[in-house]
């Protein structure tokens, strides 16, 4: 597609995303209940993603094991959290970078859906949070997480870093790899 024609397919989208989000984010901030909010959330972004015209194409969600896990996804862009949100099943916390907390209504809305915020830099702040997911995977709840940590405008996979891997060993939970392609 020409960038010309791109324009107006560019613009429903951005449209879409944050006539949605920010609805969402308004009702979760006001809605009672973790669970609540989470599956407003997970619908939400089902719709964003249908509206916007780019519902994934998604293989293998029946590998997925009925008991906990930790899903280690890539990072392609900000959308990967949302495309998680919106495919995985209920009972799943998003794994979240502490930098998060503080962006205006996004952070109100992460916490109030029982996302997990982690310092990735050394410090207390960081052995904190890292027991704080090690405490979750060890009571059996599910994860998705990220271990690249950030991602960056070019192709290619970042170098992981272990969060994602010690809290399913500490919680004897399997790790089921995604692979997220097109979001970039």
Request: charged residues 20%.
């Amino acid at each position: 597609m020409t960038r010309l024609r791109k324009i107006p397919y560019t613009l429903w989208g951005w449209t879409v995303f944050w006539t949605i989000a920010l609805t969402t984010s308004l009702v979760i901030v006001v809605l009672p209940g973790v669970e609540r909010c989470s599956r407003l959330a997970r619908k939400a972004s089902g719709v964003i993603f249908r509206l916007g015209g780019a519902w994934p194409r998604v293989q293998g969600l029946e590998n997925l094991p009925a008991e906990p896990c930790v899903v280690a996804a890539n990072h392609e862009s900000f959308a990967d959290g949302i495309l998680l949100c919106a495919l995985l099943p209920p009972g799943f916390r998003l794994v979240i970078k502490r930098e998060m907390r503080s962006v205006p209504l996004a952070g109100r809305m992460l916490s109030r859906i029982g996302a997990v915020f982690v310092e990735r830099e050394e410090g207390k702040e960081r052995i904190a949070d890292v027991r704080t997911v090690l405490r979750a995977a060890r009571s059996g709840q599910s994860l998705a997480i990220f271990p690249e940590g950030t991602f960056r405008p070019e192709p290619g996979l970042l170098p992981f870093r272990p969060g994602a891997f010690a809290a399913a060993a500490a919680g004897g939970l399997p790790v089921v790899p995604v692979a997220i392609r097109g979001c970039r």
